[in-house]
């Protein structure tokens, strides 16, 4: 019997693909095409304390293997989210996870403690936006800022917490170590890399913000390399996110010490691409007589 | 549930203008009819490697019993990718998608296309139950007049270089007192003044382009600013009631 299942801080999901925060809006637009059921679980679109009508201009811009996105966290806030969008989420059969940012710690702190109070399964602590100017990525880049808003968050979270590392952190080991230590149940990692584009005839940046988010495939390696790297430094469970495709980018991901993954800018690409993974991924361990995923977890 | 990507076939692809294509595809199973309204899109993925990484939006031009006709300009490489598929090799489309025109409106209506936003019109046209007026802008060269004339009543051209037509712009001589409602698709500076000619006056809706990511809503990168919020061009559009847009310059 191949067993898909794995269990992340607590929490059982029934296999290792997890939809990745903004890319996947709350599941309503994805329910239409598949059964939510089928995924390990949702991480929602990253949520703010108050109501974020996101950045101005473009939005999204593609690169060569990939896109850079300044959406800027346009969310509803948190009480909307609890009113509108988790109960119809609660209904999907999966396990939910509810993206976090903030501006100041204040911030997280109170939006951590509203979402206590409901039957989320986990918070990601995102320290890591690119896209909103002075926060998110403040946080995400100094080990010593992160560890202030994690122990912080920590004191009042009572669900398990996994944070979301920026990969334009100074140090990610050091990072990572930093947040585990904060009291961090689990990590995720990586985010976008802070990139830009021009329009050379203009001669202006392509975004009003400037500076984007990095996403896709052209970010694999990378992200793998600090999965492989951030694995070897700490003990809690890590989520490996960046351009994943296919089940094969799944298992070098897992190989390279991910408990589970996200799939992020891959559902633009194709709605169903998690479906599809999941299947690839059953089908890959069936015929290279793999039982369970810790069979190959950080084997490399 | 919907479907996803789902393979077709070209059944021709060609070229009509400098680089305006009209590309009719058909399904490989007899049983499945294309799905759609004017004003909705399909995204289309014409290329098996991930350089373009996003897939095209293209407008529903026609649908013609088991025909899917779009019309579409090369702008970059995932469209041009598009214009070089012959006859015979397949594609990948998702759809059709967005919202689309309201084709249950009655009374005197007029079409009002800036270039390749002539797409929708042909189908537009065609679904509609009322009189109609088309009023197409180009810039020099004019295409695909002759696939529209049989829908409508009367039909008025521009080009901004004399060589057919009104010598100018298309809402030079749009006369919107004449309709009850107006749909619109084209240039940013073309809408914008056509929701302004109206005001007040006539009902204008917009078809609105962006740069699309997931089709599907979920990305929110295509969204606009509208009196009512945030909108995405995907979900609640790409056809907007025209004075509820504000368009930023």
Known sequence: MTDLTVNICGTDLKNPVIAASGTFGFGREFSEYFSLSRLGGISSKGLTLNRREGNTGIRIYETT?????????????????????????????????????????????????KLNETNIDIIELNISCPNVKKGGMAFGIKAETAYKVVSEVRQICKKPLIVKLSPNAEDIVHMAESCVKAGADGLSLVNT?????????????????????LSGPGIKPIALRMVYQVSKAVDVPILGIGGIMDYKDVVEFIMVGAWAIQVGSGNFKNPKVTLDIIEGLKEFMIEEGIKSLEEIRGII | MKEGYREVIVYSNKQIASNI??????????????????????????????????????????????????????????????????????????????NGFNINIKGNIALVSGGIGIAPMIYLAKSLHANVDFYCGFRNEIYYIDEIEENVENIFISTEDDSK?????????????????????????????????????????????????????ACLGCTIETKSGIKRICKEGPVFYGEEVLFND
Not at chain 1, 82 to 105: C, D, K, R, S, W
Not at chain 1, 193 to 213: C, E, L, T
Not at chain 2, 61 to 88: P, Q
């Open chain 1, 65 to 113: 293997g990939g896109l850079l996105n300044s959406i800027g966290l346009q969310n509803p806030g948190i009480d909307e989210f609890i009113e509108n969008e988790l109960p119809f989420m609660e209904q999907q059969g999966t396990v939910i996870m509810a993206n976090v940012g903030g501006n100041t710690i204040d911030e997280y702190i109170k939006a951590v403690d």
């Open chain 1, 193 to 213: 890399f802070s990139g830009m584009a021009i329009d050379i005839k203009s001669r202006k940046p392509i975004f009003d913000n400037i500076i984007a988010g």
């Open chain 2, 21 to 98: 294509y009209e590309m009719k595809v058909v399904s490989d199973k007899d049983e499945l009819r294309f799905e759609g309204k004017s004003g909705q899109f399909y995204m289309v993925r014409g290329w098996e490697s991930l350089d373009p990484y996003l897939s095209r939006p293209i407008s529903i031009c026609n649908i013609e019993e088991d025909r899917l006709t779009f019309l579409y300009e090369v702008r970059g490489k995932g469209t041009h990718l598009i214009s070089t598929l012959e006859s015979g090799h397949s594609l990948e489309i998702l759809g059709p998608l967005g």
């Open chain 2, 165 to 217: 037509g009104y010598n100018g712009f298309i809402t030079e001589i749009l006369k919107p007192e004449q309709y009850d409602v107006i749909f619109t698709c084209g240039p940013l500076p073309m809408m914008k003044r056509v929701v302004e000619m109206c005001k007040g006056k006539v009902r204008v809706y917009a078809s609105m382009e962006s740069r699309i990511a997931c089709g599907i809503g």
